[in-house]
């Protein structure tokens, strides 16, 4: 194999003005490409930017006009009910009550005026003649067109849902005759051929009233909803799809929403009409049709550019191919060569493929027996309490102490509740993240578990002594997981305090920049600080302790944002410090001895 690298290394070298030339060639091209893709951005930066303005100018006017028109509509429609509350035949119908031309009256007024109905009602609010004659014996008493009209001498203009689809625009103004109402005329302006006309123009076009709700649109799913919540209704679905609109939106302006998953640029005007608010959207396909065209010419001047520069190099490659004919026997020998090694160090791959594979598989079991272990390592701890309640209860319940029998099954049926939730959350033992952290108070946190550990304690007689703090001392964690690993600090100190006179554990949680609880024992101490943290290692007899109690209390700490550390006491005995940060940094409390 070295003689056909260097065969190879023989065949290729060339003389260094060629290698200059090369380089310079190369040097060249990449200038070009650079000063081409620097001149296409800023092209299409310059573009973008023109024509988006200029839609959106296009667009403004745009809004200017349909403003008017709406405008123009309603003086045009509030005029009517003056009119024809005038009308000496309307007035005489409802004094005598006779109604049968009435209707083909408002029909032929309808006609003229172009409005979209127009009701007469009586003065108990029911219609007695309509253009749309459906309507006559309905009753409206209740609604804001004929309330407001009885209370004032003026023309009303109010707002409805009209049944069906649509928002209905109403003008009404009540009849009077000599001093006393005698009906109410409702013209209704003829709005919704607005919204028929501007379908097609612009991608969407909304009117919004004073109190933000949609009230004309060309998408009828937004009538009767707030622009916020008629473009999350009209967003991308998918975070997929989110991304991609992003991507594609590469080279246009930040976009103002999204309609049908596309980019759109947002106008909005100001109807000079009880507040109202006009607002449309365009899509940029107008503006990147634009740029794209003259982005175009310039990539295929580039393209031009590069193809005859590529065929000068060309036809110089082709002469200096002429000078390594006579060597492409050789090189078609290295290429066999080449070939050879090729397919042995696929084959090298390949086993190298299997032994990842398997070495993998390995790495999955020691996993799920770590996993094992510490299940059976943290529901020691409640088997062992439900064993002391038992026993509790069996005296109990031979003295006939019923009620305080019942109590320790409650406890029991609490440390049950407690191993479901510890079986739940062992999982984030083999793999980090993935659990709901909320605000814990640490004290009630060391309470739960010193209530938990309270059999224990009171068997083997151990004085607690506890120095916390007067306030809440609020953590971000999870509270089942962080009591956990007060419960291993608290049984890695009874353990420590065996074979002690007068066993004493002392609790101390301190505030300051972080809250910090140190656990000490008056113990012999920790021989091995090095390897304390190890899985697996443990200076229990076996049977006694799989070693797994710090290591996965330290892996939840660290979870936690905070720090377990140990060292030995001066006075004797070992001290676990776990540090945890504090979810905020009010004043600190004053501790008290308890």
């Not at 009753?139 to 009303?156: G, K, N, Y």
């Not at 009906?183 to 051929?193: D, F, H, P, Q, R």
């Not at 510490?374 to 003295?399: D, F, I």
Request: no cysteine; aromatic share 6%; glycine share 6%.
């Amino acid at each position: 194999m070295p003689d056909s690298i260097a065969t190879a290394e023989t065949i290729l070298t060339e003389p260094k003005a060629a290698l200059r030339r090369r380089k310079l060639l190369q040097a060249g091209v990449a200038g070009v490409l650079a000063v081409a893709v620097a001149i296409i951005w800023g092209t299409n930066a310059w573009l973008t930017e023109r024509f988006t303005e200029t839609t959106r100018v296009r667009t403004e006017l745009r809004l200017a006009l349909y403003s008017g028109n709406i405008i123009s509509e309603l003086q045009r429609t509030s005029v009517v009910p003056l009119l024809l509350a005038r009308d000496p035949e309307l007035t005489s119908a409802l004094a005598t009550r006779d109604f049968s031309k009435t209707s083909a009256a408002l029909i032929t007024a309808r006609e003229d005026i172009a409005a979209a109905s127009i009701r007469l009602l009586d003065t108990d609010g029911r219609v007695v003649a309509a253009t749309n004659r459906n309507l006559i014996g309905t009753s409206h008493a209740d609604e804001p067109f004929f309330v407001e009209a009885l209370r004032s001498r003026e023309t009303i203009f109010t707002t409805g849902t009209r049944q069906g689809t649509g928002t209905e625009f109403d003008y009404s103004r009540a009849l009077v005759t000599d001093g006393k109402v005698t009906g109410v005329i409702v013209v209704e302006a003829e709005l919704s051929k607005f919204e028929r006309s501007w379908a097609g123009i612009s991608d969407a076009v909304a009117v919004i009233d004073s109190d933000g709700k949609i009230i004309l649109t060309t998408e009828p799913k937004w009538r009767g909803l707030t622009m916020d919540e008629a473009l999350e209704a009209r967003s991308a679905p998918t975070a997929i799809q989110r991304a991609l609109q992003a991507t594609t939106d590469w080279a246009n302006q930040s976009p103002d929403a999204y309609l049908a998953g596309q980019a759109v640029m947002r106008t909005e005007s100001r109807i000079p009409f009880r507040g109202w608010r006009m607002v449309a959207f365009t899509s940029y396909e107008s503006v990147r049709e634009k740029v794209n065209a003259v982005l175009a010419l310039q990539i295929m001047a580039l393209a031009i550019l590069l193809a005859a520069g590529f065929y000068l190099v060309s036809r110089r490659a082709r002469v200096q191919s002429l000078a390594y004919r006579k060597e492409s026997a050789e090189l078609r020998a290295l290429n066999a060569r080449l070939s050879r090694e090729i397919a042995e160090r696929e084959r090298v791959q390949k086993d190298l493929a299997v032994a990842e594979s398997t070495l993998a598989q390995s790495s999955k079991l020691a996993a799920l027996g770590e996993m094992s272990a510490a299940v059976s390592h943290e529901l020691n701890q409640p088997l062992a309490a439900m064993k002391t309640y038992l026993a509790g209860a069996r005296l109990l319940l031979q003295r006939a102490r019923v009620e305080e029998a019942l109590s320790s099954f409650q406890r029991i049926d609490d440390l049950i509740e407690r191993m479901g939730a510890i079986t739940r959350q062992l999982k984030s033992y083999a793999r980090k993240g993935g659990e709901a952290f909320e605000p814990v108070d640490l004290r009630a946190a060391i309470s739960s578990a010193l209530a938990m550990m309270e059999p224990q304690l009171k068997a083997k007689t151990v004085k607690i002594t506890r120095v916390l703090p007067r306030g809440q001392v609020m953590v971000m964690a999870d509270r089942i997981r962080l009591e956990q690993v007060i419960i291993n600090l608290l049984r890695n100190a009874l353990d420590a305090t065996k074979g002690q006179k007068a066993p004493e554990i002392e609790l101390i949680l301190a505030t300051g920049e972080t809250a910090v609880l140190s656990v000490r024992d008056n113990g012999p101490g920790i021989s091995d600080l090095e390897k304390l943290f190890e899985p697996f290692w443990t200076t229990k007899k076996p049977g006694e302790g799989t070693g797994l109690g710090l290591a996965i209390s330290s892996s939840i700490v660290s979870d936690f944002g905070g720090r377990l550390t140990a060292h030995n006491a001066g006075g004797g005995g070992a001290v676990f410090e776990m540090q945890l940060p504090l979810i905020s940094d009010d004043r600190r409390t004053p501790r008290a001895a308890e």
